[in-house]
């Protein structure tokens, strides 16, 4: 049974007299959590640790927040790490997430910077997410996972992750943080859509627009060429008649199924023990942190999970979410239509990412 170490979120005010009382805070308790739990005594003096998050879009307001990566960061140092903060582009090449200037920027506007997260800021795919690594691996659904070259060359991966409900994972755990966050386009596409995009010839008009767009060239005679296709989605996010279909986008078990697969992916390069894991179930929102907006807690602050197994962290997390009273039913139930997130926990664990089976420490 896997120990899941817990830091609470409440802060009680134990003398009512003295009302400067540091501890209580949740930067404090993290600090806390960090030491007693030994997550990350796995860190060898001299290893580039990334501490990989979500910096979230323009007008996010609950992602999570720097001092707790500043707090994250310390502690690597204080092992004799070197640790860097880090996140993935999106899918498409016009966005501002979508390359790396732009992520940076947006992390920045959002209050991550090297300054206050106590470690640089590099987004691990590349200047437009194609700087990866192939994973060879034999799943379900995908037999190829393309790693951020930034994840695949450090030494260890500190998964920092605001847990939060997901429009299409169902929830938006350390699972999702390591198979969409730390993959680069290609894989990202390949959770998302089964099929290669593809240009309709009756809708094409030839403007060309496609071509000067696409960053491998794969498009000639107004075709895609599949075996130089990077799958990015530039092609299609530059069409104003819709002439590159891009379908179906999966939801339910097969999205939750492939999203696990690319987790073992990353894992499997990085290897599984040189991973730590913080959920921090805190602003759970209703929504993934890659919308442009924050809506309102679904619930109150419960606090931080720590771990060295995936699945357990995450499996923790979504039973107090449902636990918890304070979580409108019709809310969740609504949201979750059509995901899976006990299945991307299931699976997971089939493939031997992790147990089930948890026992809470609070500390």
Not at 37 to 52: E, H, M, N, P, T
Not at 233 to 247: F, L, M, S
Not at 335 to 349: G, H, I, M, S, V
Request: a negative charge; one cysteine or more.
């Amino acid at each position: 049974m896997q120990p899941i170490f817990f830091a609470d979120a409440r802060a009680p005010v134990t003398d009512v007299a003295n009302w400067y009382q540091p501890e209580m805070s949740l930067v404090a308790k993290l600090e806390k959590l960090i030491d007693e739990s030994g997550v990350l005594d796995f860190i060898s003096s001299g290893d580039i640790v990334a501490v990989k998050t979500h910096f979230g879009d323009r007008g996010t307001t609950r992602i999570l927040r720097s001092v707790f990566l500043r707090k994250i960061s310390e502690a690597v140092k204080e092992r004799g790490g070197k640790p860097f903060v880090t996140e993935t582009t999106g899918l498409g090449l016009l966005k501002d997430r979508s390359t790396a200037v732009g992520r940076i920027e947006i992390a920045e506007e959002n209050g991550i910077t090297h300054q206050t997260a106590g470690a640089p800021v590099i987004v691990a795919d590349g200047l437009l997410g194609l700087d990866y690594v192939v994973a060879e691996i034999d799943g379900k659904h995908l037999k190829r996972v393309h790693v951020a070259k930034g994840i695949a060359e450090a030494d260890a991966v500190v998964v920092a992750t605001h847990f939060k409900l997901h429009m299409r994972a169902g929830i938006g755990g350390s699972i999702k943080n390591i198979g969409v966050g730390c993959v680069a386009k290609p894989t990202k596409y390949d959770i998302h859509v089964p099929n290669p995009p593809r240009i309709i010839a009756e809708k094409c008009t030839k403007c060309g627009k496609c071509v000067e767009v696409c960053p491998t060239d794969a498009i000639i005679d107004f075709q895609i060429d599949l075996e130089v296709c990077v799958k990015c989605t530039g092609c299609r996010e530059v069409c104003e008649y819709e002439a590159v279909e891009i379908q179906p986008w999966l939801l339910g078990e097969e999205i939750a199924e492939r999203v696990v697969e690319a987790t073992k992916g990353v894992m499997d390069v990085v290897g599984k023990e040189n991973f730590a894991f913080l959920n921090f179930m805190i602003d759970v929102t209703p929504h993934c942190d890659c919308h442009p907006f924050s809506d309102s807690p679904l619930m109150s602050d419960i606090g931080i999970f720590a771990s060295k197994d995936v699945v357990a962290v995450d499996k923790s997390c979504l039973d107090r979410l449902v636990e918890s009273p304070k979580a409108p039913d019709a809310l969740i139930d609504g949201f979750w239509q059509n995901t899976a997130p006990e299945r991307q926990l299931n699976y997971a664990a089939e493939l031997g990412l992790g147990t089930l089976n948890y026992r809470i420490i609070e500390i």
